[in-house]
C-alpha cells in the first residue's frame, strides 16, 4: 500500500495600497468608468506608479471623453493614500494621462452582444482555470487573502492606527496527499511584512498584527505550537515612506488567480475588455472548472483554453483532474462543450462582462466574491 505523503506548499497576497495593485486598481476603474459610458467599448489600459506620480496610458475605443485624473484619485483616497507623508497623496500626487481615445461610434451598439456573437477573440493566448473542494480558493492563497482583508479593515477603521494601505502577506500550509487530493492538516508558517509610521515600536507591531489581524484571519483548528510567525521580520522595513515604492498593472498575476496552484497562462487581466482572452477565458475556464468540481465530477480540475486571434472559437481544451474523477478527459471535455458556449461574446453574456465590474475584481483576488458569477457553478446538464 502506497504511503500518504506530506508536502509544504505556500501562497502570497498583497494588500490594495501595494504599488502593483494601485495600478490594477486603477487600470479597471478606467476600463469600469468605459463599460459606464458603452458597454461595449474596447479598452486597453496599462498604469505605472512611482512615489508622487501615477501614469495611465493605453488605447480606448468608442468613447469621447474619460476624466482619467479624476478616477485616479478615486481610487488612491479609496485604498487610503491621503496623507502627505506617504507615496502617493490622493490631493496632491501627480497624474499623467497618456490615454489614445478614438471615440467613433460602433455599429449595431443598441443590438448589444447579440451583434457581436461571432466576433474573435483580440489576440492569441491561453487561460487556465483551477478549482478544488479544499475551499473555495486553495486553502494558502484563502488564508492569505483574509490576512491582507483584515489588514485593510485594521487601517480602514482605525483598529491598527499606525497601519498604512502596503500591506503583504505569505502563508504556508503543510498537506497530505491521498489519491490525487490534497488535504490541508496545519499552517507550517505566515510572513507579514506592512507599511506604518514611524513611531509604533516593533515588538507592539508584530503582537498586535499576530493578535488582531492573523488568529482573526487563520482558523485555529490550523495553527499549533509550532508554527511559525515573522512579522515584520526585518524590522523598520516597513516604515511608510519607504523609498521603495514603484509598481506596473499585471505583476500579481499570481495572486490574481491560484497563488500558484494550477497554472496561469501568462497574460494579466487589470485594464482588458472581454474581447482580450487573457481576462475572458480566464473568467470562464475558472467557472468550468468551479461547476464540474461543485457536481462531484472531480476534486480537483485545471481547465486549459487556447485562442487565436481573428477566430471566435478555442483552438484546444485541456481537462485534468489529478485522478480525482471517475470521468476520462474526454468525456469532461464532452459535457464541457454541451454546456458553455466558449466564443468571447457569449462568455461575455453568461458572466455579465460588458458591466462595470472590474474594479473590485481588482482589490483581493478575481476568484474570491461569490458575487461574480463565475463563482457560482453553473447548472450542469450531463
Given at each position: 500500500m502506497k504511503s500518504q505523503s506530506t508536502f509544504l506548499f505556500t501562497s502570497e497576497s498583497v494588500g490594495e495600497g501595494h504599488p502593483d495593485k494601485i495600478c490594477d486598481q486603477v487600470a479597471d476603474a478606467v476600463l469600469?468608468?468605459?463599460?459606464?459610458?458603452?458597454?461595449?467599448?474596447k479598452v486597453a489600459i496599462e498604469v505605472a506608479v512611482r512615489p508622487g506620480q501615477v501614469i495611465v496610458f493605453g488605447v480606448v475605443h468608442f468613447i469621447p471623453q474619460l476624466n482619467i485624473d479624476a478616477i485616479v484619485r478615486f481610487v488612491l483616497k479609496d485604498i487610503g493614500y491621503s496623507s502627505s507623508d506617504q507615496e502617493l497623496d490622493y490631493q496632491t500626487c501627480d497624474v499623467m494621462d497618456c490615454v489614445e481615445l478614438h471615440p467613433s461610434l460602433l455599429s449595431g451598439i443598441s443590438s448589444g452582444l447579440e451583434a457581436l456573437d461571432n466576433e474573435p477573440a483580440g489576440d492569441q493566448g491561453m487561460a487556465f482555470g483551477y478549482a478544488t473542494d479544499e475551499t473555495?480558493?486553495?486553502?494558502?492563497?484563502?488564508l492569505a487573502h483574509r490576512i491582507t482583508r483584515n489588514l485593510k479593515a485594521a487601517h480602514s477603521k482605525h483598529i491598527l492606527p499606525w497601519l498604512r494601505p502596503d500591506t503583504k502577506?505569505?502563508?504556508?500550509?503543510?498537506?497530505?496527499?491521498?489519491k490525487g487530493r490534497m488535504v490541508p492538516t496545519r499552517v507550517h508558517n505566515v510572513v507579514i511584512t506592512a507599511q506604518h509610521e514611524p513611531g509604533v515600536?516593533?515588538?507592539?507591531?508584530r503582537q498586535e498584527i499576530l493578535d488582531k489581524v492573523v488568529r482573526k484571519?487563520?482558523?485555529?483548528?490550523?495553527?499549533?505550537?509550532?508554527?511559525?510567525?515573522?512579522?515584520?521580520?526585518?524590522?523598520?522595513?516597513?516604515v511608510s515612506p519607504s523609498g521603495k515604492f514603484a509598481g506596473v498593472t499585471g505583476r500579481k498575476i499570481v495572486v490574481d488567480t491560484y497563488g500558484g496552484w494550477g497554472a496561469h497562462g501568462g497574460g494579466a487581466f487589470s485594464g482588458k475588455d472581454f474581447r482580450q482572452i487573457d481576462r475572458s477565458a480566464a473568467y470562464v475556464a475558472r467557472w468550468i472548472a468551479k461547476?464540474?468540481?461543485?457536481?462531484?465530477?472531480?476534486?480537483?480540475?485545471?481547465?486549459?483554453?487556447?485562442?487565436?486571434?481573428?477566430i471566435a472559437e478555442p483552438l484546444s481544451i485541456f481537462v485534468d483532474t489529478f485522478h480525482t474523477s471517475q470521468f476520462t478527459s474526454d468525456q469532461l471535455k464532452k459535457i464541457i462543450c454541451n454546456n458553455f458556449d466558449l466564443r468571447p461574446a457569449a462568455i461575455a453574456k453568461d458572466l455579465n462582462l460588458i458591466n462595470p465590474i472590474y474594479?473590485?475584481?481588482?482589490?483581493?483576488?478575481?476568484?474570491?466574491?461569490?458575487?461574480?458569477?463565475w463563482e457560482q457553478p453553473f447548472d450542469l446538464v450531463l
Open positions: 469600469d468608468e468605459c463599460l459606464k459610458q458603452n458597454p461595449l467599448s473555495p480558493q486553495p486553502l494558502t492563497l484563502d502577506a505569505q502563508v504556508t500550509v503543510e498537506y497530505v496527499e491521498d515600536s516593533i515588538e507592539s507591531l484571519s487563520i482558523p485555529a483548528k490550523y495553527l499549533d505550537g509550532r508554527t511559525a510567525y515573522h512579522i515584520q521580520p526585518t524590522g523598520d522595513i516597513g461547476s464540474l468540481v461543485h457536481h462531484g465530477l472531480a476534486h480537483r480540475c485545471l481547465i486549459q483554453l487556447s485562442y487565436s486571434i481573428g474594479y473590485q475584481t481588482a482589490k483581493n483576488g478575481h476568484f474570491t466574491n461569490d458575487e461574480f458569477l
